[in-house]
């Protein structure tokens, strides 16, 4: 039971467009949520966040939007550079310490 | 202290040997995580301290799996009797309340 899906695997991107990354649940007592970047060999890095009282939150390049009615939260990331070139992850919890992660969206920015 | 840190790095063993993973958070973090992440997955909660306490656990984690936090500091994992399932990254996070940051991880290969 997939609780957090994102099911997109890749997406190709130019650079200095945008990118737009899709999550999808199903849990309606999810309250908050995160998106996160992977680089081979690393641990995720923490990206951005957003509470479910909110339904965008902006940091720098980075937007994440939440809608609550279709359960879909989404990042943007403008103007996207070669260097986003990661996995990107998004997670949900319900509770203050358990997150449900998605499987992943492998971005490649084209330079 | 700039993130969260882990060691070993990698760890290959052999089926059926005992393996321990440790995990330093950031400082004034309290609450700690483990998590499994195996090829083409987000990252799986395996269990959660608060402090000293260990507040939950995954069904994930068979018998064969035990972590501690004796001092509300470091944490490690210990892996008894290890199976080629075992074989994936497993991935600590510490966080202050929301949010969790994550370390790079430890890849462990069972042969």
């Known amino acids: 039971d997939q609780q957090v899906k994102q099911n997109s695997p890749s997406l190709s991107v130019q650079e200095g467009r945008i990118s737009i990354l899709n999550c999808d649940y199903t849990?309606?007592?999810?309250?908050?949520f995160l998106w996160y970047k992977k680089y081979p060999a690393e641990g995720p890095t923490f990206l951005i966040s957003?509470?479910?009282?909110?339904d965008k939150n902006e940091d720098g390049r980075f937007t994440v939007f939440l809608n609550k009615s279709a359960k879909h939260l989404s990042l943007h990331i403008v103007p996207s550079q070669p260097g986003d070139s990661a996995v990107y992850f998004c997670a949900a919890s319900v509770v203050a310490y358990k997150y449900i992660f998605g499987t992943g969206t492998r971005l490649k920015v084209l330079a | 202290d700039t993130g969260v840190s882990q060691d070993p790095r990698h760890k290959i063993t052999k089926r059926g040997q005992n393996v321990t993973f440790r995990c330093d958070p950031i400082s004034e973090h309290n609450r700690l995580y483990w998590y499994r992440q195996t090829l083409g997955q987000g990252p799986e909660f395996l269990t959660y301290f608060q402090n000293e306490a260990q507040l939950e656990k995954s069904r994930l984690l068979s018998d064969r799996f035990s972590a501690e936090r004796p001092k509300g500091s470091f944490s490690t994992l210990e892996i008894q009797r290890t199976e080629q399932g075992d074989s994936a990254m497993y991935l600590c996070?510490?966080?202050?309340?929301?949010?969790?940051?994550f370390g790079p991880g430890t890849r462990l290969t069972v042969l």
């Open positions: 957003i509470s479910s009282i909110k």
């Open positions: 996070a510490s966080s202050p309340i929301r949010g969790q940051f």
């Open positions: 849990n309606s007592m999810f309250d908050y």
